[in-house]
């Protein structure tokens, strides 16, 4: 049972979910470069990504990103106290939340017709009927994700992080092979892939991990004295609608109002650019939050500050020189990627312009990615919600006048412009909250020298790709985008190097050292 019963550090933990994000989300791109490869960027594609506006705005209804986030808490401390009391618990909340998905997702199935009007206002009246039946098909999936998500509360609470590093892989897997059997229904093969993969990956293979790695022991319950704290905490997440959530499907809503093939530009540009955001935001976020927990109720306050500050300042050393690389090399490697088939040359432009744009808002969504899992450790899920919700209500006008007047462009000015938003207000409240700034205390500095380094090494990477265009023949073939894209990408490595070696050597070198001394 060792499979199902070993336990992580939390640097090891922090490689491992890094490296599943990393292996997700190359699965995510060999599923769009399927998408791609038969459908462009057309209203096929278009209708796809459109397809899950409706089932994921249930999903942010009953806060299914964050249901391990508030389960957590209070299973940490009733399991500490008495494991039979915790799981008395754990089922009286897995009741609640499978009947709540459930009754949401009836409710869907029956209203799709009536709500997809309003999701996909630029679309044709026989692309909406066609986009009604996909949402129906994949309405289902979202039981599997937030009942799953209950299983992995419990897994992470006992830091056994594999089995939910797992089902990523699962879920995306799922989508491409079941999208590639069913093909000859056309679009239609992939959002049954979605529903098969989420119930394989997001559900069963925690329940098993639960069941024959934890003593799983549920029994049928309606209530538990703590379920009132865990509502409280919920309800808020419930209510509030946060840009972190809604920022994907107000991309899809407005980009239907831009023209046919926006909401396919955007998607694909968007999916590059969340592979960062992914290993090194998302891998930080969640192996940290677990420890950050626990400090927490251990009263380590000093320890739980530094974990923060710590997390926060690693990740942005990654971070920025991976948003600044991606950024020179936007173009090859939007070509090798999907440049092919029915994704054709000025696809790839399209998208590597988006790409471009999107990547400023990369360190923004690590860093609040790190500094909202803080809240949530200290029992505080209402301050990100309301800051969210009212960044929501800020960027949803922006939203509208980039998409009528600057099409894909304006979309990703005001997306980046929300989370800059998000971040700057998230961090002026904690500091009012705690009365704490020891977590950013040289962090502007650490920044901007990690701004600086990145800054010379994409300035002169960029001119060294101009060069290779210029003085050689660049046909804009798959093979000339190779050549340059390489080139460019290993003359950006070497510059950023040695301007990191001038500038936080020490940095660096103290990153790899902790790293390495935690993987075992």
Avoid at 185 to 193: H, N, S, V
Avoid at 409 to 424: D, K, N, P, R, T
Wanted: with cysteine; proline share 3%; hydrophobic share 55%.
């Amino acid at each position: 049972m060792g499979f199902w019963t070993r336990s992580q550090s939390m640097g090891f933990a922090a490689v491992l979910v890094g490296t599943s994000v990393l292996i997700s989300r190359f699965m995510g791109l060999i599923r769009d470069k399927v998408i791609s490869y038969w459908f462009g960027a057309s209203i096929e594609s278009d209708l796809y990504f459109a397809a899950f506006v409706i089932p994921d705005f249930i999903n942010y209804l009953l806060a299914g990103a964050y249901f391990s986030i508030t389960l957590i808490p209070i299973l940490s401390k009733l399991f500490q106290e008495d494991e039979k009391d915790g799981w008395n618990f754990f089922s009286a909340a897995l009741f609640w939340v499978f009947s709540a998905i459930t009754v949401l997702t009836i409710l869907g199935e029956v209203f799709a017709g009536q709500i997809v009007p309003y999701v996909a206002p630029g679309f044709a009246p026989n692309d909406l009927a066609r986009l009604t039946h996909f949402v129906r098909i994949i309405l289902p999936a979202q039981i599997c994700f937030l009942v799953g998500s209950c299983f992995s509360a419990i897994l992470y609470l006992k830091k056994q992080f594999l089995i939910p590093s797992l089902s990523p892989l699962i879920y995306n897997g799922g989508i491409i092979i079941v999208g590639i059997f069913l093909r000859h229904r056309g679009i239609e093969g992939f959002c049954w892939g979605v529903f098969l993969g989420a119930f394989v990956g997001n559900f069963f293979l925690p329940f098993l991990a639960v069941k024959y790695g934890s003593s799983m022991k549920i029994s049928f319950r309606f209530w538990h004295r703590e379920m009132k704290r865990f509502v409280l905490t919920a309800v808020p997440l419930m209510l509030g609608q946060s840009i972190v959530v809604l920022d994907e499907q107000l991309v899809r809503v407005f980009g239907s109002l831009a023209g046919t093939g926006t909401i396919s530009h955007l998607n694909y540009a968007r999916r590059l650019m969340m592979v960062p955001v992914g290993i090194v935001g998302q891998a930080a976020a969640v192996a940290s939050y677990p420890f950050m927990a626990e400090l927490l109720a251990q009263q380590k306050i000093r320890e739980f500050f530094g974990t923060i500050k710590d997390a926060i300042k690693n990740a942005m050393l990654i971070t920025l020189p991976v948003a600044f690389g991606m950024a020179v090399i936007a173009e090859p490697a939007v070509a090798l990627i999907f440049q092919q088939g029915k994704f054709g040359s000025f696809d790839t432009l399209r998208t590597a312009r988006l790409l471009q744009l999107y990547l400023l808002a990369v360190p923004l969504w690590v860093y609040q990615q790190i500094l909202g899992r803080a809240f949530y450790a200290a029992g505080d899920t209402l301050s990100p919600v309301i800051i969210g919700t009212i960044t929501t209500i800020v960027t949803v006008p922006i939203f509208f006048v980039g998409a009528r007047h600057f099409g894909g462009e304006g979309i990703v000015f005001a997306s980046v412009a929300g989370f800059l938003f998000y971040s700057v207000a998230l961090s002026f409240w904690w500091i009012r909250k705690w009365n704490e700034k020891g977590i950013f205390e040289g962090l502007a500095n650490d920044i901007l020298r990690y701004i600086t380094a990145g800054g010379i090494a994409f300035g002169l990477a960029l001119g060294f790709s101009v060069f290779l265009r210029n003085f050689f023949f660049f046909g804009y073939s798959l093979f000339d985008y190779l050549i340059v894209g390489l080139a460019t990408g290993i003359f950006f490595c070497m510059v950023w190097i040695a301007s990191a070696i001038k500038l936080f050597r020490n940095d660096t070198a103290g990153l790899i050292s902790r790293l390495a001394k935690r993987v075992p």
